[in-house]
């Protein structure tokens, strides 16, 4: 069964620039999160989705970052626009119901 | 609100030594517990969990047992490998079974 699939794995960009990350959770998950996680620190929840609904966005930035999750399954994470301290590795995670969750390989985002 | 509590690191150790690496928690109600492993270049895996008080969890060699009565849950392994070498994250889910909040990781490096 596949895993989490984020893409895409790497991304440089200007600052001022947007910047769009997708997720394609686990088949049949339900739940899914994106997380920030700064170099040597833990992950921080941005969002959390059940279904199509956005139950838990209190942590993101909303005057740059914005989410979506269609149809309650694949999910994008946008930035517009991106600063430099937005450099960071970004996660996508899916679980069923309140099951333990599967993390995806990441999106490392740079701004330049 | 909840909190994860983790040794610092980076620990150091060569092949066959016993590995601790500290956790603690603050959360209300009774969480589930895990820890989480990166090697490099991959994402978060889940390594073991206990959902509650005196379980323990394990896999591959790692151990820990969910302590309420110290808010503890503390990695062991008796002989490490330089394959075990990652970053391990202590995490926690609350009671509410909603996001997962994690520790700050400790980097495990193993000599041969």
């Known amino acids: 069964e596949a895993g989490v699939v984020q893409s895409p794995r790497y991304k440089i960009i200007e600052k001022k620039q947007p910047v769009a990350f997708w997720c394609n959770p686990i088949s049949g998950h339900n739940t899914l999160y994106w997380y920030l996680q700064n170099l040597g620190q833990g992950p921080e929840l941005l969002i959390r989705?059940?279904?199509?609904?956005?139950?838990?966005d209190s942590q993101l930035p909303k005057d740059r970052f914005s989410a979506e999750r269609l149809k309650g399954v694949d999910s994008t994470l946008k930035i517009q626009p991106a600063e430099l301290g937005d450099s960071a590795v970004y996660l996508c995670?899916?679980?069923?119901?309140?099951?333990?969750?599967?993390f995806g390989q990441g999106t490392r985002l740079t701004v330049v | 609100g909840d909190s994860v509590t983790q040794m610092e690191g980076p620990v150091t150790l060569s092949e066959e030594a016993f590995l601790t690496i500290n956790c603690t928690y603050t959360?209300?109600?009774?969480?589930?517990l895990f820890w989480y492993v990166q090697y490099p270049g991959e994402g978060l895996q889940l390594l073991l969990k206990?959902?509650?008080?005196?379980d323990k969890g394990s896999n591959k060699g790692f151990e820990a047992t969910y302590r309420k009565e110290t808010t503890s849950f503390h990695l062991e392994k008796g002989s490490v490998q330089v394959s075990d070498s990652a970053v391990y994250f202590c995490?926690?889910?609350?009671?509410?079974?909603?996001?997962?909040?994690f520790g700050t990781g400790t980097r495990l490096a193993v000599r041969p």
């Open positions: 995490a926690l889910r609350g009671s509410s079974g909603d996001k997962l909040t």
């Open positions: 989705y059940e279904n199509e609904e956005a139950v838990d």
């Open positions: 995670a899916s679980s069923l119901e309140n099951t333990e969750a599967f």
């Open positions: 206990a959902t509650k008080a005196d």
């Open positions: 959360a209300t109600g009774y969480p589930s």
